[in-house]
């Protein structure tokens, strides 16, 4: 059974940074794409960004490229989201979830979740 665990969510003034992670456990990512979700209060859960693992290809949503950038590392089996120029509309609480499909945007078709980190941007 895998578990995925996020990290690095904090209070931060708009114009920062922060860097998320999310580590894997009882099963490694090969195989996978991992993504980004965000739901802030009151709103659905929307994606942000995903990796596939395999190949590191990486898909954005349009209102975090250029600010954001997802990566990962083999050795420590964990994906990060580095988030830069943060903004207040930013603030959520941010899932990674795994999935089998690349490119994959919808919620719906990852299977296992993180419990979230939250992100607080101050203006």
């Known amino acids: 059974q895998v578990q995925l665990v996020e990290s690095g969510g904090g209070l931060v003034q708009a114009g920062g940074s922060l860097r998320l992670s999310c580590a894997a456990s009882?099963?490694?990512?090969?195989?996978?794409?991992v993504g980004w979700f965000r739901q802030a209060p009151g709103k659905e859960r929307e994606f942000v960004a995903s990796?596939?693992?395999?190949?590191?290809?990486?898909y954005y949503a349009d209102f975090v490229k250029g600010r954001f950038t997802i990566s990962r590392d083999y050795a420590k089996n964990t994906v990060y989201l580095q988030m830069n120029s943060l903004k207040p509309e930013d603030t959520a609480v941010y899932y990674c979830?795994?999935?089998?499909?690349?490119?994959?945007?919808?919620?719906?078709?990852?299977?296992?979740w993180g419990q979230g980190t939250q992100v607080t941007v101050s203006s």
């Open positions: 009882g099963q490694t990512f090969t195989n996978y794409a």
């Open positions: 979830a795994k999935t089998t499909r690349p490119w994959e945007t919808r919620a719906g078709q990852y299977d296992y």
């Open positions: 990796i596939t693992w395999n190949s590191g290809s990486r």
